[in-house]
């Protein structure tokens, strides 16, 4: 009798773990069916739009419904006896719920307080708008952080940027006041937009030939290369689209000292090259519901940093390109912060620009603007980067003569768009 008791024991405890991963399998499926039924808005860059999107009563009271039974059904499955796709997605619906109820919670009394015409003075002028930009900072930079510590990382990353440039300009050789005024000099600009669409074409070739010392995988999809088009879109030095890398020329001379970051950061291995890695990993169902742009840009601002290896930074000034407008990243975090959350005026913001930023006031009252319009967007370049290299260079500790780059980025791409915390995971793991 005995003997029987433990065998059906021994055949219960084999085929749990077995049940429980078909019946994790059941919920993820009515999970992915049930968000999709929701049409949820997708994340907008303008506050004022993402409000505008805000639906109605019944629509947020079903969106709770949905989220918080999730919420209750994923209590029903231990981590541990799933696969590791099953763990993924697990996280993640349990990130998401965190997420959306949080938001729900903030538009249950939006709602019931909406005001006839959403402000546009920033978030911080609408009803609970320090809870709003805490909720906007999480959901852009696709971690768990606060509007505090956020500040105080964008001022350590002020210094370093700015101990970066100085570095640069020993270099030189020139004085500080000499070294500022010489990169305004005709030398560093360029009007003839063949030699511009020349130099991008050059760039992809050095960094293509050197794309096998830092990467496993060199086989992506074929980049273009164009002037941008867009008018929207003309006061950014450049953006991806589609297999193509956009830079934005138009009417005025083109700085000669972008042309390396800014194709490593928009093409090759940066947005590009992570999509074509994408384009090739298998996900979930889940995990195809969502994209986390903390990771999308931080990983573009993070590739930056590996100019040299790939052959471009070759001159003190080619490298003070990245710098230059690492800087603008690097001050725009604590300005978003002070901005939409502290309730700086925009004379309080431009004194802080001034206070750290050289030879680029001529951009600062369009980047205040923008950080109102588009709260803690800017946040995601610098801060996913730095998790990034963070990550590097402890993984580098712990492994010594054993690291290789090239299996590090393997770690970090290879399981496609998720938060941060899961990607620092796979890093680990």
Not at 171 to 199: C, I, M, R, W
Not at 390 to 411: A, C
């Amino acid at each position: 009798m005995k003997t029987l008791l433990l065998c059906a024991a021994f055949v219960i405890t084999c085929f749990c773990p077995a049940i429980g991963q078909q019946k994790f399998d059941a919920f993820s499926e009515k999970f992915v069916s049930g968000y999709n039924q929701l049409k949820l808005p997708q994340l907008e860059l303008s506050y004022v739009t993402g409000f505008e999107h805000i639906g109605s009563t019944a629509e947020i009271e079903r969106q709770f419904t949905f989220f918080k039974w999730a919420d209750v059904e994923l209590k029903n499955y231990k981590a541990e006896v799933l696969t590791p796709s099953q763990k993924t997605d697990y996280a993640l619906i349990t990130y998401e719920c965190r997420l959306n109820l949080e938001r729900i919670a903030l538009e249950q009394q939006w709602v019931k307080h909406r005001p006839e015409k959403i402000p546009t003075g920033g978030v911080i002028t609408i009803p609970d708008g320090k809870a709003w930009y805490a909720y906007l900072l999480k959901r852009w930079v696709s971690a768990d952080v606060t509007p505090d510590e956020i500040y105080k990382f964008g001022l350590t990353e002020v210094r370093r940027v700015q101990q970066h440039m100085e570095a640069v300009r020993q270099q030189t050789g020139l004085d500080e006041d000499a070294f500022y005024k010489h990169l305004n000099d005709p030398e560093f600009f360029e009007s003839d937009p063949k030699k511009v669409q020349q130099a991008f074409e050059q760039t992809k070739a050095v960094i293509y030939s050197n794309l096998p010392k830092l990467f496993n995988d060199t086989q992506i999809h074929d980049l273009n290369i164009k002037a941008g088009e867009s008018k929207q879109l003309v006061q950014t030095p450049g953006y991806y689209d589609n297999n193509t890398f956009y830079y934005n020329l138009f009417d005025k001379p083109y700085n000669k000292r972008m042309y390396n970051w800014l194709f490593i950061h928009e093409g090759v291995p940066g947005h590009h090259y992570q999509a074509s890695i994408e384009g090739k990993t298998k996900t979930s169902a889940v995990q195809q519901l969502f994209y986390y742009l903390g990771f999308a840009e931080g990983w573009g601002a993070y590739t930056e940093e590996l100019g040299k290896q790939l052959g471009v930074y070759q001159t003190p000034y080619d490298e003070l390109g990245k710098w230059e407008w690492d800087i603008v990243r690097s001050v725009r975090v604590p300005l978003d912060v002070g901005l939409n959350y502290y309730g700086w005026t925009d004379e309080q913001a431009l004194a802080f620009w001034k206070k750290n930023i050289r030879n680029q006031d001529d951009i600062a009252l369009r980047e205040i603007a923008r950080i109102r319009r588009w709260p803690a967007q800017v946040v995601t370049y610098k801060y996913g980067a730095l998790q990034i290299l963070h990550w590097r260079e402890e993984l580098q500790q712990k492994q010594g003569k054993s690291f290789d780059i090239r299996n590090f980025h393997s770690r970090v791409l290879d399981h496609g768009s998720l938060p941060l915390f899961l990607v620092k995971q796979n890093v680990f793991n």
